[in-house]
């Protein structure tokens, strides 16, 4: 079985907060039940419509297999069942974290998880 990296339940607070900057998507900002974390998430509103005050769960883990093994980096359904069948909105691909230097308040650091 897959092993989850992060698990929890968020509650959507504001969406594009800096206003609309994307098309299709949607700048939103969450905060986590468990951990006191704020997270800023970009959604497929047309895909998966949210509205503030929602909840939805948020995993992280390292691949869609349900047992275990590493993604190959192509994604096929191919009629096999896959983590991504449990949920109604998955996102597959790269983790940026983005920090701000407070010091400066302007240089802002993006680095590729």
């Not at 959507?12 to 939103?28: A, E, H, V, W, Y």
């Not at 800023?40 to 948020?58: K, Q, S």
């Not at 109604?88 to 240089?107: F, P, R």
Request: glycine share 8%; with cysteine; charged share 25%.
């Amino acid at each position: 079985m897959v092993e989850h990296l992060f698990e929890d339940i968020f509650t959507l607070t504001r969406i594009d907060p800096d206003g609309k900057k994307f098309d299709i998507f949607n700048r939103s900002e969450a905060r986590c039940e468990q951990f006191d974390m704020l997270m800023e998430l970009d959604v497929a509103t047309d895909v998966y419509p949210i509205h503030t005050g929602e909840n939805f769960t948020m995993v992280l883990t390292p691949t869609l297999n349900l047992d275990g093994t590493p993604d190959t980096g192509y994604y096929t359904e191919a009629g096999r069942k896959t983590l991504a069948g449990k949920y109604d909105y998955v996102m597959h691909g790269k983790l940026y974290k983005i920090s701000e230097d407070s010091s400066s308040g302007h240089a802002t650091k993006v680095y590729d998880l």
